[in-house]
């Protein structure tokens, strides 16, 4: 028995003895019941201080701990893909009909025996949901993961993953499905008949490219079940060709990779089509077809490199910037600097600058003093005392000046720019950098993207911000030149290492907008994503205007008009307009400010992802492997009947009896108060018996 009051020992005391004095007030006359004896008044004393005693110690609210045990059904796990692929066969309704009959099978046979907890995926996990077979991608990882977490206090006895197997995001589920600690069993679908196939699999090219300039183009081709013979690849704009060359096809199968240069010399989003042919008894032509986007600007912008010494991090880092057609990099000659002035260009990196001694400090004065962006880059020659004085929203506090090895990672809170998901893991395999020894401060404008890793975990390496107008970064490391050289040799492209390069420079180079409404958005957005937006409104000394209304007209491809209203958020107004059909879109947002109305324009495309189509012949094997390495065992549609009998041999040593504790109070079992009547009416009977009254 358990009470709801502290220190219940002193309190069942003090019922007692309630109950004890309460008794012999009520006994206190014994001359009426002298003609008892002393053996009869005991027991009536007795029964009235057992009934006192119950009813005080009821008022200690007792509770009364039950333990019960439950047999629970085991649990299965259903996956069942949603992604278009499913049905990308020539009978889409028998094959859709047919999916819908199996998921009735296993609930006729198996919800008896078991819990089944159905859900269905493509990009994302939903549960207990009609599939519509409409995702636009296929994560069997992602998907088996998420529904093993959220279920892993249910202890599951199986998961049984109904799909194609043809995967397009995510890692390989071969990899996932060994951790689980229960069996998978994948119920097989699909046509793995091989067809004739062209297909262009792949299209690179840069985001932005600059008017008048050509910018490259990569596209791979890729097919099978081919005769020998000729076929076409061309890019065409608005109906107009581009580019286009033959291709020569000698085999039943093909892969290469056609490299082009396009011109433009219109800015803003720039549409292109890029074509192979068709070939001979080819079903699936919709992978003919790749739609790329550009975004074209007006003018590029400049970045000059300080230094005082030729370095490798110059060239790791001159490479990065260039990936990026809207950046023109110039590396200044040491005691030339006076040849270019601060303000032609959108962005000053010193590197290891000012040097130690002084080293080119007085060269450097007109370019700090400037109000043009500035990336400073500290290493082993860099002045870190000289540094400290130039104010710029990092000071090291380094008496002995000496350096150390360290590894990074990365701010999560970080929010100047959205740094890529995969990019704190990378850095965790890369060489350290050489940085100050010593503790890093910086002040509250700055925001860091690097941390030191360690004990000194809250060092800043990497931070950057905006005073008075002027933006900032401090690198307080050398050595990324090794990061450069480890992505080439481990992920086979610097992608990674120029991420983080070409963003903060991107960051840094791009003056803020001083208009008094600006909408902040991505010009080029995936089917699968969502399109949102940001609003900043300040008033004519430029402070943030709070508690106001902030609209935006969007106007698809058709003509089609679609009105929003922002909500207020903590770093102004935000509009999450959810998932858009593909196409060019155009948008009007509205604010006032007092009397004064604002209005900012803009225009964005949605772009087509085209993934599941790519690839239609179901792998088989993919689900055969996930049975193997898990224990389980691969059934395809036509043979489910098979399936249930092993299903129920597992489930017959999975059935999980569970010890549930209840908590009851005492006060709401009946027993007690028929417990108090009787003994009332017992004390009753025996005081008319013994004849007491």
């Known amino acids: 028995m358990i009470f709801s009051t502290a220190y219940p020992e002193i309190f069942i005391l003090l019922c007692l003895a309630f109950s004890w004095f309460l008794t012999r007030l009520l006994y206190r006359n014994s001359a009426s019941f002298d003609g008892l004896g002393r053996g009869r008044l005991w027991v009536m004393k007795s029964l009235r201080f057992v009934v006192l005693f119950l009813v005080t110690l009821l008022l200690l609210s007792p509770v009364v701990k039950l333990k019960k045990k439950v047999k629970n059904k085991p649990v299965i796990l259903v996956l069942q893909d949603n992604s278009s692929s499913m049905l990308n066969h020539p009978d889409s309704l028998k094959i859709r009909s047919a999916l819908d009959s199996l998921k009735g099978q296993l609930a006729s046979e198996l919800s008896d025996v078991a819990e089944l907890k159905c859900y269905v995926f493509a990009d994302s996990v939903q549960e207990e949901t009609s599939p519509g077979y409409k995702g636009n991608l296929s994560d069997y990882s992602d998907a088996i993961q998420t529904v093993a977490a959220q279920n892993d206090y249910e202890k599951p006895a ?200 002084g080293a080119g400090i007085t060269h450097l004065k007109r370019f700090i003093d400037s109000r043009t962006s500035r990336w400073y880059i500290l290493g082993a020659t860099s002045s870190i005392s000289t540094f400290n004085k130039l104010n710029t929203g990092m000071k090291i506090v380094n008496k002995n000046e000496q350096l150390l090895d360290v590894q990074m990672k990365i701010n999560p809170g970080f929010g100047l720019f959205h740094p890529n998901i995969r990019l704190d893991e990378w850095l965790g395999t890369q060489m350290p950098l050489v940085v100050p020894e010593g503790k890093t401060e910086v002040k509250p404008f700055m925001e860091t993207l690097f941390y030191r890793t360690g004990n000194n975990n809250e060092n800043p390496i990497l931070a950057m911000g905006e005073q008075n107008g002027i933006k900032t970064a401090i690198l307080a490391g050398e050595g990324t030149w090794k990061w450069r050289i480890l992505a080439m040799s481990i992920d086979g492209n610097e992608g990674l290492f120029n991420d983080w390069i070409v963003n ?157 504790v209840v908590m009851m109070d005492v006060v709401r079992y009946e027993f007690v108060l028929f417990l108090l009547v009787i003994l009332l009416a017992i004390e009753w009977f025996l005081r008319r018996y013994w004849g007491s009254y």
């Not at 068709?278 to 074209?296: C, F, H, S, W, Y």
């Not at 993919?622 to 009947?641: I, N």
Request: net charge neutral; glycine share 8%; aromatic share 8%.
């Open 158 to 357: 199986a998961m049984l993953v109904i799909g194609d197997g043809i995967y397009n995001a995510g890692q390989n589920p071969v990899n996932v499905v060994g951790t689980l600690g229960y069996p998978v069993f994948p119920i097989v679908v699909g046509d793995t008949t091989l067809r004739s196939d062209i297909r262009i699999s792949r299209v690179r090219s840069n985001p932005t490219a600059v008017t008048g300039k050509t910018f490259p183009v990569e596209a791979e081709i890729s097919g099978h079940g081919l005769t020998s013979g000729q076929n076409r690849i061309s890019i065409t704009q608005n109906g107009r060709v581009v580019e286009q060359r033959t291709i020569q096809v000698t085999g039943p199968s093909v892969f290469r990779q056609e490299s082009f240069r396009i011109k433009s010399d219109k800015p803003g989003l720039q549409q292109y089509k890029i074509q192979v042919n068709p070939v001979k008894g080819e079903q699936n032509i919709a992978n003919n077809t790749r739609i790329l986007t550009v975004d074209v600007l007006n003018t590029r912008r400049k970045i000059l490199i300080l230094a005082a010494a030729p370095h490798p991090d110059i060239g790791a880092l001159t490479s990065a910037l260039e990936t990026d057609p809207q950046f023109n990099v110039v590396v200044a000659p040491f005691g030339h600097f006076e040849d270019y002035s601060p303000e032609k260009f959108n962005l000053l990196i010193f590197y290891q600058l000012p040097g130690i001694g």
């Open 504 to 660: 903060t420079a991107r960051y840094l180079a791009l003056k803020r907008n001083k208009d008094q409404f600006n909408i902040h958005f991505n010009r080029m957005v995936m089917a699968n994503e969502t399109v949102s937006f940001s609003a900043t409104l300040f008033n004519a000394i430029y402070e943030p205007v709070r508690n106001s209304l902030v609209t935006l007209d969007l106007t698809d491809h058709a003509g089609k008009l679609f009105h929003y209203v922002f909500t207020e958020g903590d770093d102004g107004y935000e509009l999450n307009a959810g998932h858009l059909s593909p196409g060019s879109y155009h948008f009007s947002a509205t604010s006032k400010i007092g009397t004064d109305s604002l209005k900012e324009p803009g225009d964005f495309e949605v772009m087509a992802t085209q993934t599941e189509m790519l690839e239609t012949r179901a792998n088989h094997h993919l689900m055969k492997a996930m049975a193997e390495y898990s224990g389980g065992k691969v059934f395809y549609a036509p043979q489910l009947a098979q399936l249930f009998p092993d299903m129920k041999k597992i489930l017959q040593s999975k059935n999980v009896q569970t010890e549930e």
